[in-house]
């Protein structure tokens, strides 16, 4: 899929102790969000998680760009990886 033609960017290698709101301030500051999902949520883990997923959605696709200059981006202990989706 062409990074042009998609507003949504999946962000993988998520600590487990992130929050969906410190990925909205991280990732707030490359554009307007228009939802933004972090999977498995606290209340669906029955055991402890290695990782966590987010799917975030922006406003301009321009931002989906922008976004995959944060791939490497150190975040709490890990190091995160933005493809678009």
Do not use: W
């Not at 990782?51 to 406003?59: E, L």
């Amino acid at each position: 899929m062409a990074v042009g033609s998609t507003k949504v960017v999946q962000v993988t290698n998520i600590a487990p102790q992130a929050t969906k709101d410190q990925m909205q301030t991280l990732f707030g500051y490359l554009g307007k969000i228009e939802d933004i999902r972090l999977y498995p949520t606290i209340k669906d883990v029955a055991v402890p998680v290695q990782s966590r997923i987010c799917y975030i959605k922006f406003h301009d696709q321009g931002c989906v760009a922008v976004a995959q200059y944060m791939t490497n981006t150190v975040f709490i202990d890990r190091a995160l990886i933005v493809i678009p989706y």
